[in-house]
């Protein structure tokens, strides 16, 4: 299970950002988990749950935005929305497709609670 | 105080920043970065450690027992005298495998994961200090058998190759769909058991392929047949003349952390 350690990633990674602000404490996490990141949303809830204790994010709450897949077509220039197993184009039915979202794995924001000092 | 978290963010110039609720003690710091940055890091300081030695390096994946470490056994017999050769081993325990590697009279590193289900850049480069660059062509990294996990972790590799057996399903292209459209090459390896394996339609497996926007090679090998390896042979050939962009060495600030 790599949620496990993506967790752990982004932990480390809202701890630098907490330390740096001097924050007291973390609030709301709020990532991005796109269906074709290979991370499975609530696997990856769920891994939060164990991977938050004893660190600054301890009493933090994960909100975990699921974007839709968006294909751009390369041989008709449209851009459709698609399914993880199927990122044909909608348009014109051709398979040489980019993704252009859905792939991101991202920390979009962190809610912090900061001394009113820095205020 | 920093330019990028959002603690500079004050009373005055909230509403310019787009603070919920200014004033408060609470800020909300937009971040905008990738989780596995720290792992793409190191993969990157893997890949300029390759580039700096002229080595291809090239990931295999796949699900257990599809037959990578036959595939390479077999490859090392095939290109013995023509280029260097190296392997990574991943796996959960034992080290069988980097054995059966060495039996062939190339160095292999194992690297044991215990309980992680993937190899992560991190691993990789630990791998590399036991591991001289210098001298080699070719460093096969062999992944934990899965087809799940690895597909997101790069490990500085210049080329992913995926095996689909022929006795898995023809549909995994469409069960699996971020590792197959990670590979730059899907290899259907057990090929000379599609006479009797009725349930495998080639046809039906590279439709599944294509679904996923994907134009990805196919070709079949059959390592225990050395003529069924000729197409393999031909793409490692293509890729090792290919040119490849150089990836500049830096190094690591603050050294690697290794997490298992």
């Known amino acids: ?119 | 105080m920093c330019d990028t978290c959002g603690c500079t963010i004050t009373p005055g110039n909230a509403h310019l920043a787009g603070a919920e609720r200014a004033g408060a003690s609470r800020t909300t710091v937009e971040v905008l970065k990738d989780l596995l940055a720290d792992n793409d890091r190191v993969a990157q300081h893997n890949r300029a450690h390759f580039d700096e030695h002229g080595v291809l390096a090239i990931n295999l994946m796949s699900s257990p027992g599809a037959g990578k470490t036959t595939l390479l056994e077999a490859t090392i017999q095939a290109l013995r005298g023509r280029y260097r050769i190296a392997v990574i081993e991943g796996d959960l325990e034992t080290d069988n495998d980097a054995a059966r590697i060495r039996a062939q009279g190339v160095p292999a590193v194992q690297i044991t994961t215990g309980t992680a289900c993937h190899l992560d850049a991190h691993l990789v480069h630990r791998a590399l200090h036991d591991l001289p660059l210098a001298g080699l062509d070719l460093l096969f990294i062999e992944n934990v058998g899965n087809l799940v996990c690895p597909a997101s972790f790069d490990l500085g590799q210049h080329r992913n190759v995926v095996l689909l057996c022929t006795t898995e399903g023809d549909d995994k292209p469409a069960k699996y769909p971020v590792m197959f459209r990670a590979a730059d090459l899907v290899v259907l390896s057990k090929a000379d058991l599609l006479g009797v394996l009725e349930d495998f339609d080639p046809v039906r497996a590279e439709a599944a392929l294509r679904a996923l926007g994907r134009d990805t090679p196919i070709i079949r090998t059959a390592a225990r047949r050395a003529p069924a390896l000729a197409a393999w042979l031909a793409w490692l050939e293509e890729q090792l003349s290919a040119p490849r962009a150089i990836a500049p060495l830096r190094p690591l600030e603050g050294g690697v952390t290794v997490s298992a």
């Open chain 1, 1 to 119: 299970m790599h949620e496990l350690s993506i967790c752990q990633a982004l932990i480390d990674e809202v701890a630098r950002i907490a330390t740096s602000c001097e924050a007291r404490s973390v609030g709301r996490i709020t990532i991005e988990v796109g269906l074709l990141s290979g991370v499975e949303p609530e696997l990856l809830a769920r891994a939060f749950e164990i991977a938050r204790v004893g660190t600054c994010a301890a009493a933090a709450e994960l909100s975990i935005a699921v974007p839709e897949i968006v294909v751009h077509c390369n041989e008709c220039g449209a851009s459709s929305s698609a399914q993880a197993n199927r990122l044909l184009c909608a348009s014109c039915g051709g398979y040489r497709t980019r993704v252009l979202e859905g792939d991101g794995l991202k920390l979009r924001a962190v809610e912090l609670d900061v001394p009113a000092a820095l205020h």
